[in-house]
């Protein structure tokens, strides 16, 4: 049965930093790329960061996360991280992870959710004072 399963969110002041992770069962996650997701209350579901693996290696975040978060996956483990730092407010949201073997070769396939086809049930993450 395939499964993805984050932890780590929590509340944390602006500023702070927290370090999330997934665990993947089920399949093989060095021939999968992954990514992680975000969705606010009333908004939809968002790209942070992906790390691709099939086609050549490649690490994308968009630009609202750049330089504060960083992603990471550790395959002999079946383990995928993502480090957010300097957390602000506008970070609240429930963090998914998710993987597909689709080929993605651009940074808006790569961070589209719609080619993943796998997704874990997501962490809660609120930044607030």
């Known amino acids: 049965q395939v499964q993805l399963v984050e ?4 509340l944390v002041q602006p500023g702070g930093s ?10 093989t996650l060095d021939r999968y790329n992954i990514a992680w997701f ?9 790209g942070v960061s992906c790390f691709r ?4 290696s490649r690490i ?6 750049k330089g504060r978060f960083t992603i990471s ?10 480090e957010a730092n300097d957390l602000k407010p506008e970070d609240t949201a ?12 651009t940074y808006s396939r790569c961070l589209g959710s719609e080619y993943y086809h796998h997704w874990g049930q997501g962490t809660q993450v609120t930044v607030s004072s």
């Open 94 to 105: 429930v963090y998914y992870c998710a993987a597909t073997p689709t080929y993605l070769r």
């Open 7 to 10: 932890s780590g969110g929590g």
């Open 18 to 27: 927290l370090r999330l992770s997934c665990v993947a069962s089920g399949f």
């Open 38 to 46: 975000r969705q606010a209350p009333g908004a939809e579901r968002e």
């Open 53 to 56: 693996r099939i086609g050549g």
């Open 73 to 82: 996956r550790d395959d002999a483990k079946n383990m995928v991280y993502l």
């Open 60 to 65: 994308w975040y968009a630009d609202s996360v």
